[in-house]
């Protein structure tokens, strides 16, 4: 049962760093912003695994929590987001 869950946090740290990498070289906004989705989703799992391995449920709050922060930021983002390429709006030539 350990390598279970000794392997969950190997495969979960191993797609925090790919993750990370998306979120500081990302070409766009929008790359940026699936990669913070995806770490915020991970982070989630993390302390969903980390919550069965304790068997203390106390931590499941948190996941309620990050969940509807991340869900109003994206739908935030998305609704808001000017494009990269844009030009100027309101700019006089």
């Known amino acids: 049962m ?8 190997a495969l979960l740290g191993i797609a925090t760093i790919i993750t ?3 979120l500081l070289i990302g070409p766009s906004t929008l790359d940026r ?7 915020a989703a991970m982070t989630m799992c993390a302390i969903g695994t980390w ?17 509807l922060v991340g869900f109003i ?6 609704r808001f987001r000017v494009r990269d390429d844009a ?3 309101g700019r006089t030539r």
Do not use: E, K, Q
């Open 33 to 39: 912003l699936v990669a913070l989705d995806t770490l």
């Open 73 to 78: 930021g994206s739908v935030s983002v998305a």
């Open 87 to 89: 030009p100027d709006v």
């Open 2 to 9: 350990t390598f279970i869950w000794v392997s969950a946090g």
């Open 20 to 22: 990370m990498y998306r």
């Open 51 to 67: 919550a069965a391995v304790s068997r203390d449920t106390t931590a499941t709050y948190s996941l309620a929590a990050l969940a």
